[in-house]
């Protein structure tokens, strides 16, 4: 699942219209694909210690009843586990404008003029003759 939303991600960057800098176009593929092995990592430490008994008994990453990992690489992968949750709720915010369209529609129910980003696509960037007051960010 995670390699797909990398995938979605990578190819809703590759479309992104304009000119835009390098970090512009490829923000959400680079928090996506730095998720891909944060989230994989403890899956696949546990299938492998686990069920493959790679270093069992003593690469086991919890112990003595534990539900928490209480081994220092039971934690560590613990910790990427949901740095890589992180990464992948950032990226699939910048890849789908996610947090733009939640902001564009809380200043419409309050009220408050639409706000165009100059990192946005031209066609989004447009602004029909009946629209009152338009305000330009500058995104960096």
Known sequence: MVTNMFQF???????????????????AAYFLGASVPLNCGMPLAVVLI????LGYPESKMWHSGSWFPNTVHGGLLYFCKWLGVACLTVGVFKATQL?????????????????????????????????????????Q
Do not use: F, M
């Open 9 to 27: 991600g990578w190819w809703r960057c590759k479309e992104r219209p304009g000119t835009l800098t390098h970090w512009q176009r490829w923000d």
């Open 50 to 53: 686990y069920i493959g008994e």
């Open 99 to 139: 947090h733009r369209k939640i902001a564009k529609k809380w200043r419409k129910l309050r009220g408050h003029p639409a706000v165009v980003h100059k990192a946005d696509s031209d066609a989004e960037a447009q602004v029909s003759a009946g629209d009152t007051k338009v305000h330009t960010v500058n995104v």
